[in-house]
C-alpha cells in the first residue's frame, strides 16, 4: 500500500523559506515521478513542481520557478521541496502526489497523472 507522508508545514513570513518533506513508502518509485500540488482556501489545486524518480528530470509552474526547487533522495525514499523568497500567495496546503512517469494522456504538471496522494501540510506565509 503506497502511502506518502509530508510534513514541515508552518508559519513563515513573507520572505522567508520552508522545506517539505515527503516520505513515500509501499513501492518501487522508479517509474514514477513524483509531484507538489497546492490548494488555497476557494481556489482550484494547482501543480508547483515535480520531479522524475529515475532520471531526476524536474518541472516547475511558473508561479513557483527560481524560488521553489524540487529534489528527491533515492536513499530515504523522500522528496523534498525547499520554497525560498515566499510570498502570501503561497500560502496553501501543499500536497505530494505519486504517478507512473510515462502515461499517453496526461503529462507531470496534471493532477489526472497521479494515482496516490498525501494529506497535505499548510503553509501560510505572513505578510
Known amino acids: 500500500q503506497v502511502q506518502l507522508v509530508e510534513s514541515g508545514g508552518g508559519l513563515v513570513q513573507a520572505g522567508g523559506s520552508l522545506r517539505l518533506s515527503c516520505a513515500a513508502s509501499g513501492r518501487t518509485f522508479s517509474n514514477y515521478v513524483l509531484g507538489w500540488f497546492r490548494q488555497a482556501p476557494g481556489r482550484e489545486r494547482e501543480f508547483a513542481a515535480a520531479i522524475s524518480w529515475s532520471s531526476g528530470r524536474t518541472y516547475y509552474s511558473d508561479s513557483v520557478k527560481g524560488r521553489f526547487t524540487i529534489s528527491r533522495d533515492n536513499g530515504k525514499n523522500t522528496v523534498y521541496l525547499q520554497m525560498n523568497s515566499l510570498k502570501p500567495e503561497d500560502t496553501a496546503v501543499y500536497s505530494c502526489?505519486?504517478?507512473?512517469?510515462?502515461?499517453?494522456?496526461?503529462?507531470?504538471?496534471?493532477?489526472?497523472?497521479?494515482?496516490?496522494w498525501g494529506q497535505g501540510t499548510q503553509v501560510t506565509v505572513s505578510s
Open positions: 502526489a505519486a504517478g507512473r512517469e510515462f502515461n499517453a494522456r496526461y503529462g507531470p504538471t496534471e493532477d489526472l497523472l497521479y494515482a496516490y
